[in-house]
């Protein structure tokens, strides 16, 4: 079993920045990819952003590329997505989720996660 909590969420003014956190407990080895996702009111749950634990690879969804930034601590077995430039059609709940492997492209789909966090509000508006 591995326990996703994550935190960081808040309100924030068009522009403005956060930063996500996400720690991971238990079985880490089920880490090897992790990942946010974001579901915004009246859609479905997307893929944001992932890492890959062994070689530090990183994947975006196209919406966020230059604006977010996510990043791995793995002595702390934490994730963290730092979100800039952000807009009110980022306004969502976030949720961490982990993979016990590399996804490559796969990445994206929720079917290869095991473990999700409980969610994160962030609300862009001024």
């Known amino acids: 079993q591995v326990q996703l909590v994550e935190s960081g969420g808040g309100l924030v003014q068009p522009g403005g920045s956060l930063r996500l956190s996400c720690a991971a407990s238990?079985?880490?080895?089920?880490?090897?990819?992790m990942s946010w996702f974001r579901r915004a009111p009246g859609k479905e749950r997307e893929a944001v952003s992932a890492i890959s634990s062994r070689d530090g690879t990183t994947y975006y969804q196209d919406a966020v590329k230059g604006r977010f930034t996510i990043s791995r601590d793995q002595a702390k077995n934490t994730v963290y997505l730092q979100m800039n430039s952000l807009k009110p059609e980022d306004t969502a709940v976030y949720y961490c989720?982990?993979?016990?492997?590399?996804?490559?492209?796969?990445?994206?789909?929720?079917?290869?996660?095991?473990?999700w966090g409980q969610g994160t509000q962030v609300t862009v508006a001024s």
């Open positions: 989720a982990t993979a016990g492997a590399r996804l490559g492209d796969s990445w994206v789909r929720e079917y290869w996660y095991s473990y």
């Open positions: 238990g079985r880490t080895l089920d880490t090897y990819t």
